[in-house]
């Protein structure tokens, strides 16, 4: 029997983490100038990486370890477990998502909403629709990365207990599926309407996730899959720089013309469904750089700031899902009363602010929880768990 292995939470991970959720909100906003300061403005990668591959990594680290102790029942029911409350949270979302949509285009006789934000077959067909929400294969805007997520941990309950033993078991044959998608740009799975696929290509995004519950299985076995190396350490410093100039050429040029978009003819598309690998390289490299430079014992991590996004990210899953529900009033907000700069900061601020207190709002309430000895191991699991 091998024996447990603890390990102690990063909070580099959580501050990432919570940090994307925050860009995530930002993004899914339309027309934010504040987007112009999150990732995707100095990089080919955007959140959505970040957010995934962080979540494969949690992943590798919390249910690695009952199949770390040859629990293979238990890390599969924990597995199970989470890809339920992650439907049931995604379905909960579809709701208050589509009747906060309906209820906006009937109070504000607004039917740009329903194509923008690709509810309109829910309107028309309902009965359709819902059977097709529930099936993951309706996606309107702002409510892909969930499904994607699902996907993607319901994988793991046949390659983690695999990986943990052998992880270039798991790695090899998801790098090849990459490789087929890159290639020949299938397959993806149906969405609905027939004529669509989903946003997000599992077989594409898979390898990121893998990676991450590859390096998340190698800190718990305590084995490191790739080399602690300086030379590679300069050669992603080089690809971070070059992505980062590259990247806001192209985002001055789309507010000022006479600043030149460099190589945007060679290198665009750059395919988001897909996870081209120029995203792919560059988030790679941008995750080695950050994992080279903050060390888990930073002492930015304890300041107000850090410790707020540190919160969000311990309850990814909340906050998620409240920052999909914030970011579509959020653009309701701007495109009915204006979206000048004074009430962009308020959205924003507001938002972001709603994001931070419900994080700390949830953490105050486990820890009085936490009181009583009949919800200690609950609550403490919750927390783990996200």
Known sequence: MPQTVVISRDARVDFFRGLALVFIFIDHIPDDVLGDFT???????????VFIFLSGYSAGLYYGRAFHRSDFIHGEALLLRRIWTLYTAHIFVFMIYTAAVSYTIEVFHNPMYSEELEVGDFLTSTHVVIVKALLL???????????LYIVLLALQLVLMPLALR?????????????????IWGWPNLSAYPEDRTWYFNPFAWQFLFCLGVALGLGRLIERRLFP????LFMVAVAVVLISAVIKLSWTLHWHFDDIPALLIGWLEPISKTNLAPLRLINFMALALVVEWMVLPQAQFLATRPARAMIACGQLSLNIFCLGILLSVTGHFVLVEFGSGLVMQAVVNGCGISAMVATAYFIHWFRRVERRSPATKAGAKRAVDEE
């Open 166 to 182: 052998y992880p270039l078991a798991l790695l090899v044959p998801s790098a090849v599926v990459y490789l087929v998608v890159q």
């Open 39 to 49: 990732l995707h403005t100095v990089g080919f990668c955007d959140a959505a990486e």
């Open 137 to 147: 294969q309706f996606q309107p805007a702002y409510l892909d990365i969930l499904p």
């Open 228 to 231: 602690h190396d300086r030379r």
